[in-house]
Structure formats: structure tokens, C-alpha cells
């Protein structure tokens, strides 16, 4: 079975421009959560879905960042402008209710803003 | 936001060592989990844990979900060169979201 995939596995940019973050979930999964893992810390959750609708998007900075999960499979996060402190590894980690809602993380897309 | 204190925040042992490490939190969760996470890739599952008291083992590694439900305990015997990585309890609270841990990061000498 096929993990979590996300793309690019990095990306660096300039404070201010705009970057987007793709995920495509394990099939079947219908819960999808973004996490921003700031270096030397654990990762914390930003956004998550619950097939397409949003669950919890507290901690999600909406000033600048967004996140869509339109057909209730993959989803894109994006941040728009980017800031010196965004830079962090985006995680991305599915789950299924039938497997006990254990979520499983993709590998990551580390960002650097410069 | 809230994060659960583990601890040691990082160790070094040599290779065949046990090592103990510890997740603990001022909320009560209804299951903990422990992942590990090697550089450059995503937390991997290692145990989950879903009822007070349980004790659950996975091949060298053995987690215990506290009996207050506010604190978690993971053990490595023996340890090899590829036991090497940083160590997150998760604590879930409801149906769905995780509050992670600050982490151990564990470093093995050969």
C-alpha cells in the first residue's frame, strides 16, 4: 500500500514571495492533516480535514496561510506572503477511522525563506 | 500551542544499553502513541496505546500508557546503531487530533 507522498521534498524561497505544498493521502483515508514542525520541536497541527471539509483550523495563521482539500483526496497548503519564521518542515499525515484513526505522516516538505 | 514534556531531551548510551524515556502532560488523553522520526523523513509509528495500565510491546521496545492517563513510558532493550533518531509520544484526545512531545533525540555509540 502506498504512503503518504508529498511534493517537492524542498523548496526555497525569498521572504514575501508565495509557495504551495501538495499531499496525497493513503487511499481510502478520509481524514488529512497538515503540520508545520519547526526545527528541534514536535510537529504541530495546522489544518485538518475531514474528507473535504475543515475540522480544525485554529492554529492555522489565516493572514497568510491556506489550505483547500476540494475533491476529498489530495490537498494543497499554501502561504502567501512567506515570512523568515515559516521555515519549518510541512508535514503531511492521513488517517482512517477504520484503522483506528492512527495517522501516518508522508515525509515532508522542508522550507527555507530567505 | 500545547506541547507534552518528554525527557531526557537528548541521551547518548552504547550500543547493548537499555534506554528509558518519558512523555508527560497536565491533560488526560484516551491514547498515547510514540513515534520515531529520522532526519529528513516523516514520524513513523512505532507503538499506540489505548487503555490505562496497558503495556504494549513491539520487538526491542515496550510503552507503557500510565495509570493517571496524563503520562506515557517507552523502553528500548539492547539497543543497536539504528535505534538512532528522535523519540515523539503523542497524546489524542477525542477522536482525531494529536498534541506531540518536545521529543528525545537518542544517539547511540557503537
Known amino acids: 500500500e502506498a504512503g503518504v507522498a508529498q511534493s517537492p521534498r524542498y523548496k526555497i524561497i525569498e521572504k514575501r514571495q508565495s509557495v504551495a505544498f501538495w499531499c496525497n493521502p493513503i487511499?481510502?483515508?478520509?481524514?488529512l492533516y497538515w503540520y508545520q514542525q519547526i526545527l528541534g520541536q514536535g510537529p504541530k497541527l495546522l489544518i485538518q480535514f475531514q474528507n473535504n471539509g475543515v475540522v480544525d483550523d485554529s492554529q492555522l495563521p489565516k493572514d497568510r496561510f491556506s489550505a483547500e482539500r476540494l475533491k476529498g483526496v489530495d490537498s494543497t497548503l499554501k502561504i502567501q506572503p512567506a515570512k523568515l519564521e515559516d521555515s519549518a518542515v510541512y508535514l503531511c499525515?492521513?488517517?482512517?477511522?477504520?484503522?483506528?484513526?492512527?495517522?501516518?505522516f508522508g515525509a515532508g516538505t522542508r522550507l527555507s525563506v530567505l | 500551542g500545547q506541547q507534552l514534556n518528554q525527557s531526557p531531551q537528548s541521551m547518548f548510551i552504547q550500543e547493548g544499553e537499555d534506554v528509558s524515556m518519558n512523555c508527560t502532560s497536565s491533560s488526560i488523553f484516551n491514547t498515547w502513541l510514540w513515534y520515531k522520526q529520522d532526519p529528513g523523513e516523516g514520524p513513523v509509528l512505532l507503538i499506540a496505546?489505548?487503555?490505562?495500565?496497558e503495556l504494549t510491546s513491539n520487538g526491542r521496545l515496550t510503552a507503557q500508557f500510565g495509570i493517571t492517563r496524563k503520562d506515557s513510558f517507552l523502553n528500548i532493550s539492547a539497543s543497536i546503531p539504528s535505534d538512532v533518531g528522535i523519540y515523539f509520544c503523542a497524546g489524542q484526545k477525542g477522536t482525531y487530533k494529536y498534541i506531540f512531545g518536545t521529543g528525545t533525540r537518542l544517539k547511540v555509540l557503537a
Open positions: 496505546l489505548y487503555k490505562a495500565g
Open positions: 499525515a492521513s488517517s482512517s477511522r477504520l484503522a483506528k484513526n492512527i495517522q501516518y
Open positions: 487511499s481510502g483515508h478520509a481524514t
